[in-house]
């Protein structure tokens, strides 16, 4: 390896380290930190991003990717070194534009805010999250206004989330998909289906074991991995041999753990999976949320609640729970956890309805950053979208503007990655069916592990050595595309509602 390769190799190591020791902090912040520890945390991980934001964008990081890549020019374009030296420049030259002080300020508000939000949403007050909401939004803002290069403000939020990605091509494909999505919810939401079977009482004891065993179908290695509690579901890749995913209980409403926890795992796969030359620099992470997310979504929709994983469950459920459920069978379960009905709770809502939970936050994120709202107007913008929208009145902000932690740890941006996440999730759904031959049938005898390898195969591996786009081609030999998705939901409620997929036409 030459010289100028390692040397560049040695610095970003280093500074990769420093990023998940920020991310050991911030998982204990939401899961074991006692609340008084807030402010310290805070301090320390706007810290740690000082340090490494400063020594990333300094002169002698650029002058070592300039040599770097000077010594790379005749190298494999796809080799490793070759892509992470232009994958790190990417990230240099965006970076160096933001103020090592801005950036520190960014992490201090965000560790401030998640805390803050966790306490105003147990109590259903927005006044008090305001301020550190009005504060996130305000530096976002003047995060924007280090680039000119975008084609508006936003589009330097989402590149962070979705490298490359711009809002108005974001804003195409969920018009095309709430088209196809209208009618198919008026159609069935009307019908009344039996949703008793995850409805009841659910000892949470018997859900741990529920959820142990399935994520131990999916790969959950305990030598590895950690489960734990919080308010928010998330999976964290602290390092390699080290993935924290959590989920949240409820004692009435049993997809709320299962279905968090195959979430989170599905993160923690990729994490998991990525290959082990990539670790410890720029390439040891996910290449998008968008793919990121469509893991999440995979394994949580098609997986967790298709027919055939259903009938691994079902058997699950009854000889654990007994009593109403002792009888549960396959075609009810996929049933009930299948209903399409507007919702308000976003992790909750079906994968018809979804998707307009997030057109919703993606359109308040631009009128945010644009300054069309401001952060102490959004109860009621939001209250107004979801009447529009899923033709629902909002009872409280802790089911509206504060269900989610996004914006409290000042993620504005990701966002659209979910919606994203499942398109991506039905073309490599369909990719891998064709590829695998008999994924139902190995779904329904438990066996995840086909499914799994053929993703750690074709996604995980790479890291984030190619964009989003590059990667999905190179695994369905296509971008970003609507109707995969459109015709699998078609088919699936079809299933379940037992009508014509003809009906389900837009």
Not at 208 to 234: I, K, N
Not at 345 to 355: G, L
């Amino acid at each position: 390896m030459s010289s100028a390769v390692q040397a560049l190799r040695d610095r970003l190591t280093e500074l990769e380290d420093l990023r998940h020791a920020a991310a050991l902090m911030g998982w204990d912040q939401q899961t074991m930190m006692p609340t008084r520890g807030a402010t310290a945390r805070a301090e320390a991980i706007a810290a740690i991003e000082r340090v490494r934001h400063g020594k990333f964008i300094a002169e002698e990081t650029g002058e070592l990717l300039e040599a770097a890549a000077e010594e790379l020019r005749s190298a494999d374009p796809d080799g490793d070194d070759r892509r992470l030296v232009e994958v790190a420049a990417r990230r240099w030259d965006k970076s160096r534009r933001v103020p090592t002080s801005l950036a520190s300020e960014i992490a201090r508000a965000g560790s401030i805010g998640q805390r803050v939000w966790v306490t105003a949403r147990s109590s259903n007050d927005f006044t008090a999250f305001a301020p550190y909401l009005e504060r996130n939004v305000s530096l976002a803002r003047e995060y924007v206004t280090c680039f000119e290069n975008f084609d508006c403000a936003y589009d330097a939020l989402l590149d962070d989330y979705e490298p490359e990605m711009k809002s108005s091509g974001v804003s195409r494909l969920f018009s095309k998909l709430k088209s196809q999505l209208v009618p198919l919810i008026a159609r069935v939401a009307p019908v009344t289906i039996d949703d008793s079977p995850v409805n009841g009482s659910f000892p949470l004891s018997r859900q741990r074991e529920l959820v142990a065993q399935v994520m131990a179908l999916m790969g959950f290695d305990p030598a590895g991995w950690r489960l734990d509690d919080t308010v928010h579901p998330f999976a964290s890749g602290i390092g390699e041999g080290d993935v924290r995913i959590t989920t949240r209980w409820s004692e009435s409403y049993l997809p709320m753990s299962l279905y968090s926890a195959m979430h989170e795992c599905g993160h923690g796969l990729y994490e998991e999976g990525i290959a082990p030359t990539l670790r410890r620099t720029p390439l040891g992470r996910a290449c998008s949320l968008g793919l990121h997310e469509s893991q999440s979504r995979l394994w949580e929709n098609m997986v967790g609640r298709g027919r055939p994983f259903c009938g691994v469950l079902a058997p699950l459920i009854a000889r654990l729970f007994g009593g109403a459920q002792s009888a549960l069978c396959s075609d009810s379960l996929f049933r009930a956890v299948n209903i399409v009905t507007p919702s308000l709770i976003r992790v909750e809502a079906d994968e018809a309805t979804y998707a307009l939970h997030i057109v919703l936050r993606f359109e308040l994120e631009q009128d945010l950053i644009e300054g069309r709202v401001e952060a102490s107007d959004l109860p009621h913008e939001w209250n107004t979208r979801v009447k529009q929208y899923l033709g629902l009145d909002v009872p409280n902000d802790a089911s509206g503007v504060l269900q989610d932690v996004h914006w409290s740890a000042g993620l504005i941006g990701y966002f659209p990655t979910y919606a994203l996440g499942s398109l991506i999730a039905a073309q490599l759904w369909e990719r891998a069916e064709a590829d695998l031959g008999a994924l139902d049938e190995q779904l329904a005898a438990g066996q995840l592990s086909p499914l799994r390898e053929w993703l750690r195969e074709h996604v995980h591996r790479f890291g984030a050595k190619y964009t989003g786009t590059d990667l999905l081609k190179r695994a369905v030999g296509d971008g970003i595309r609507v109707e995969p998705f459109v015709d699998y939901l078609r088919r699936k409620v079809s299933d379940v509602y037992g009508v014509a997929v003809s009906e389900l036409d837009g």
